[in-house]
Structure formats: C-alpha cells, structure tokens
C-alpha cells in the first residue's frame, strides 16, 4: 500500500530554517522521479524541486533555488527538503509525492504546515 507521511513543518520566523520528511512505503524512492510541491489558498499547486529515481539530479523551482535543498535517504526510503531563508510567502502546506503524481495535481499524503510568521 502506497503510504508518503510529510512531517516537520510548523511555526518559524521570517529568515529561520526548517527540515521537513516524508516517509515513503509501499515503493522505493529509487525507482521515480520524486518531489516536493506546496498548496496555499492564494497560490493554489506549486512545483518546489524533484530528484530522478538514480538520485543524480535535483532540479528546483526559481524561487526555492539557492533557499531549498531536497535530499533523500535510500536505506530509510525517506525525502527531506532542507529550508533555509524562509519568507512570509512560503507559508503553505507541503507535501510530497512521485513526480508523475504531483503534475496531475494526485497528493496522496496530507502534508505538513509551514506558517512564516513574526
């Protein structure tokens, strides 16, 4: 049964840093492309960043780039997303998911929520 739980978001201030997970079961994070995107009511989808299935390339979206940076752990099956710099306008939830889920719009997992806040 395919199963992706997002933890480790919360509360921040402007300029602060967060980890977040994913844990991933019913198939390997080494077999698809995978991804992080966020939804906010204002924004609605955004594509973050995407690593292939052999792990060589992590692309991201313009503004995540240089701020965000995705990794994941092939024996734990798990993706994280390193936040750094985090800004009012990050504020969403956030999930994770196969890249060919995601561009449909198809979250199976229910996210973690970030709130950028003084």
């Known amino acids: 049964q395919v199963q992706l739980v997002e933890s480790g978001g919360g509360l921040v201030q402007p300029g602060g840093s967060l980890r977040l997970s994913c844990a991933v079961s019913?198939?390997?994070?080494?077999?698809?492309?995978m991804s992080w995107v966020r939804q906010s009511p204002g924004k609605g989808l955004e594509w973050l960043s995407s690593i292939n299935s052999s792990g060589s390339r992590t692309t991201y979206s313009g503004f995540a780039k240089d701020r965000f940076t995705m990794f994941r752990d092939e024996v734990k099956n798990t993706l994280g997303l390193q936040m750094d710099s985090l800004e009012p306008e990050d504020t969403a939830r956030y999930f994770c998911?196969?890249?060919?889920?995601?561009?449909?719009?198809?979250?199976r997992g229910r996210g973690t929520q970030v709130t950028v806040s003084s």
């Open positions: 019913g198939f390997s994070v080494t077999s698809y492309t």
């Open positions: 998911g196969k890249y060919e889920d995601v561009v449909r719009g198809v979250l």
